[in-house]
């Protein structure tokens, strides 16, 4: 049961790459592009991770760190994005 959530999460976080570079093709700007791809990447990062942590539970602080890293780091740089293509948008 442990194994089958496990993989589940990992696919999920796949699926959530794989889903972030659907916006890359579109019209809008580059700005809009890397905040809606580094979203999908977050998740899908921290997909994987506690993925992971169910399958090797004994690693668990250094995945922990991992999860509280993206959690930060990617969020910051995600709303940093939108505000600077949100900036770009409206000066248009």
């Given at each position: 049961?442990?194994?089958?959530?496990?993989?589940?999460?990992?696919?999920?976080?796949?699926?959530?790459?794989?889903?972030?570079?659907?916006?890359?093709?579109?019209?809008?700007?580059?700005?809009?592009?890397?905040?809606?791809?580094?979203?999908?990447?977050?998740?899908?990062?921290?997909?994987?991770?506690?993925?992971?942590?169910?399958?090797?539970?004994?690693?668990?602080p250094?995945?922990?760190?991992?999860?509280?890293?993206?959690?930060?780091?990617?969020?910051?740089?995600?709303?940093?994005?939108?505000?600077?293509?949100?900036?770009?948008?409206?000066d248009?």
């Open positions: 049961m442990i194994d089958g959530l496990s993989y589940s999460l990992m696919i999920l976080g796949l699926i959530f790459w794989f889903w972030g570079t659907l916006p890359l093709v579109g019209d809008r700007s580059v700005l809009f592009k890397l905040h809606s791809l580094s979203v999908s990447d977050t998740l899908g990062s921290m997909s994987m991770i506690a993925g992971l942590l169910l399958k090797i539970p004994r690693e668990w250094l995945l922990i760190l991992a999860l509280i890293s993206l959690a930060i780091w990617n969020t910051v740089l995600g709303y940093v994005l939108a505000y600077c293509s949100y900036r770009d948008e409206a248009d």
